[in-house]
């Protein structure tokens, strides 16, 4: 098993910055990748971005390109979502997902989520 925690959501302008957390307990943290997903009021939850287990490569919805970066430190178990240039439809609650296949836009293990709200 694994247990993924999420922090850093908040209230922020449009135009601000936020930097969401996830520490990764119960696996080998560094034998996978990473992603950030995120799910809108009344709308399904979709990939924002993931980061190879290496911490080398990395991918993006086109939605965020530009605007976040995904990091990661698998010394600490932690994953960083840096999110800059923000407008409200980035408003929704994030997650924080292992993912068994680095290509696959897809997780399989989540957290609880953390809130992130952009007012205009």
């Known amino acids: 098993q694994v247990q993924l925690v999420e922090s850093g959501g908040g209230l922020v302008q449009a135009g601000g910055s936020l930097r969401l957390s996830c520490a990764a307990s119960g696996r080998t943290f560094s034998s996978y990748a990473m992603g950030w997903f995120r799910q809108a009021p009344g709308k399904e939850r979709e990939f924002v971005a993931a980061?190879?287990?290496?911490?080398?490569?990395?991918y993006y919805a086109d939605s965020v390109k530009g605007r976040f970066t995904i990091s990661r430190d698998n010394a600490k178990s932690t994953v960083t979502l840096q999110m800059i240039s923000m407008n409200a439809e980035d408003t929704a609650v994030y997650y924080c997902?292992?993912?068994?296949?680095?290509?696959?836009?897809?997780?399989?293990?989540w957290g609880q989520g953390t809130q992130v709200t952009v007012s205009s």
């Open positions: 997902s292992l993912m068994t296949r680095f290509s696959s836009r897809r997780g399989d293990y």
């Open positions: 980061i190879s287990a290496s911490g080398l490569v990395t």
